[in-house]
């Protein structure tokens, strides 16, 4: 009786074990899809807490600012600051927009050159190919009319003296028969091969070249150091920088004449600015000029040494060699003092 019951409580007992295992399991499973929960909940609270702390500094600002225009004085200052600001921001995004389309014409560029040397590459390794595939053809045709004289031979040897020749040439003929299949076998993998090459892609492009981006770099810089000439005049650059650095609080450009004087100044050289296609053909010729004078640290940098660049010759010769043309030069370095952020638009 006792045996016969031990296997009906086994059997009552693995139901509960497989029951509590799953408990167990849910259990563990609901303890990390909490933690889950938890996480995501501190990191949409902090989420709040941080806009909560932009906002707060977007009131105290909107607040600042309405305080400095109820007084005249203050009032010129910061639309000056901002015309400053506007002509910093508007310098920075010439070059960001130059920079993205000099990265995207040198990249359809080296693509290209890349495809081609890709296809040239398989093309000889196509033609090497081809070369096996006509030997091996060859060799099959010179094997095939072996075969046919063989052929031949046998069937004019039908007279029953000629049978032990009939054996050898049969013999021979099985001989010939098996190194002509083992041709056409040699010919469909070297074909396989054939196919498999034609068909492999091409190499995923591995990025910019280290001379493309010390190209791009270049151009970048000649347009910095452009940009510093055509708003130099009146010291519009160097306050603009200013601005770009320091809080409108930081700064003062006098009184109502004054800042009204500085903001018409602003205005016209705004205004006089060089036109996009008048600019590139500077920047062309300056970034050849500055090619000659770059130095980098190592031969895999892109970024040139900021002493390379330590004046800015006010023209470059429009013909000829790439030289200054003339004695002046502007005492600045757009690359050490960062002019329109240049340094961080620049390619590593």
Partial sequence: MGTATTPLLQRRQEPDEEQLLKLFWNRAELKKELARLRREKDKLIDQVRQQEAINLRAQQ???????????PVQAVNAVVYYQLR?????????????????????????ERLAQQQCETVRDADLALIDNRIADVERRARMVQADLD????????????????????LRDQRAAIQAAL?????????IREERRSREAEPGLPFAGLSVEGRRNINLALIAMAQELLIQFSENDVAALAREASIRSLADVSYGDVAQCQKLGRSIEAVVSQAETAERMAGLIRRRAEFLRQTAQYRRDI???PVAGSFATVPV??????????????????????????????????
């Fill in 315 to 348: 023209t470059i010769q429009e013909s000829g060699a790439a030289k200054p043309a003339g004695s002046r030069v502007i005492p600045i370095n757009v690359l050490a003092e960062e002019y329109w952020d240049v340094y961080s638009i620049l390619l590593n």
């Fill in 181 to 189: 299949d083992g041709l056409q076998r040699q010919g469909e993998r």
């Fill in 61 to 71: 600002r909107l607040e600042q600012l309405e305080g400095l225009l109820a007084d």
């Fill in 149 to 168: 004289a063989v052929e031949t031979r046998l069937g004019e040897l039908r007279a029953f003296w000629h049978y032990f020749r009939r054996r050898a």
């Fill in 86 to 110: 506007g002509v910093w921001q508007q310098c920075r995004k010439r070059l960001v927009r130059l920079a993205r389309e000099l990265a995207e014409r040198q990249q359809d560029r080296e």
């Fill in 301 to 303: 940098d892109t970024i």
